[in-house]
Each structure stands twice: as C-alpha cells, then as structure tokens.
C-alpha cells in the first residue's frame, strides 16, 4: 500500500507546502536560504525530491595542510579548493532521506567526486550509510551518526583524503563550504601554475 511512502504523511496537502515542510521541518533549512538555491517536485505517490546548487563554492582555506607545507615553494598561496556544488535529497521511503552530493572542482584539480548517503529517520536502529566516488571510481566514506563524512580517495590521488570529517548537514549558507572536501592541491597540479616552469 501507500503506506511507505511520504506522502501517505500529508493526505491531500498541496505538493509545494510539503516541499516547505520537507525543506524546513525535515532539513532544517531556513526558508531564505531553500528558496535561493533549490528547487523541488515530486508527488504523493513518486516521492518528493529537492535539488540544490550552489555555484563558486570555495572550501575554508586550510593553512596547516601538511601536503601544502612540505612543498610550499611549488604550491599557490591559497590552499582553498573552489567548485561548483550540486545536493540532492530524495524522500521516497517514509522515514529516510537519500542524499548525494557533487562537486565540481575549479580547473579540474581533482575529477569530479561525490558522496551519496542515507539517512534514516525514523528507524532508530539504523545508522546512517554513505558511498563515495572520485571521478567514478569508488572510495571509502565513513558516516557518523552526527552527519559528519570522511572520505578518503588517496589510492587514485595521494592528496585526495579528508583529514577531518566534514558535516554534510546544510540548512543556511553558511554551512555550503563545508561541502567541499577538504582535499589537498595535487603536487602535479601546483607545478604547473605560472611562473613555475620546471627547467
């Protein structure tokens, strides 16, 4: 029956105030914020999706980033990786939201790399679970209960590898950055910036 589904939750309210209660109730989003970068549709009997992007996102610069030090003469002086964002939430199942995350990173310093996730709402005997990709290719992710990710992708590039775990949890703009992972700059990447030639 319709049971599963969200919609069963909402009877016959109208599509776009679930959206709002999906986005605000469910997500935590603040309604400025939802309204500026995502879009939702869905119905009572697909489910309901919201798609979020953010454009020109550039992660906390990281000064203390080993990798960076130890080559500091070869490296830019911003540490700070930018990309464009894409954030996917999917409530298809009563009582979980499947979520996935992209970026695209500025210049290609790393392939594009994402992170999907599940989290379950109602079921408190799950845990919440994630996969990571970089470039396609799969890498491990780690997931706490507290919504906060670790991947780590260095068996393709050394420097792809979050040091700390980063909370994928957004509801205002503040919290956008902390969706670029923490990744170092690709030593190859850094050498071929301006004035570096190698003789």
């Not at 992007?53 to 500091?72: H, L, M, W």
């Not at 939201?97 to 799950?126: E, N, R, W």
């Not at 980063?166 to 910036?193: C, H, M, R, Y």
Request: charged share 20%; with cysteine.
């Amino acid at each position: 029956g319709n049971s599963t589904r969200w919609g069963s939750l909402f009877g016959d309210t109208l599509s776009s105030d679930i959206c709002s209660i999906l986005s605000g109730r469910v997500l935590g989003m603040e309604s400025g914020f939802y309204e500026d970068g995502c879009t939702c549709d869905g119905n009572a009997d697909s489910g309901f999706k919201i798609q979020c992007s953010f454009n020109e996102q550039c992660s906390p610069e990281k000064g203390t980033d080993p990798i960076a030090i130890a080559s500091r003469e070869s490296v830019p002086s911003s540490t700070a990786l930018c990309g464009d964002l894409s954030v996917d939430y999917s409530f298809d199942k009563l009582g979980s939201i499947d979520g996935s995350l992209c970026v695209d990173f500025d210049q290609d310093v790393h392939p594009i790399t994402c992170i999907q996730y599940f989290i379950p709402i109602a079921d408190q005997d799950s845990s919440p679970s994630c996969k990571a990709s970089y470039g396609g290719e799969a890498c491990n992710c780690d997931i706490g209960d507290d919504l906060c990710v670790t991947i780590d992708c260095s068996e393709y590039e050394p420097t792809a590898k979050m040091q700390t775990c980063q909370n994928i949890d957004i509801t205002k703009p503040g919290d956008v950055p902390n969706l670029i992972p923490s990744f170092g700059i690709p030593v190859a990447q850094a050498e071929e910036g301006p004035g570096n030639s190698i003789e």
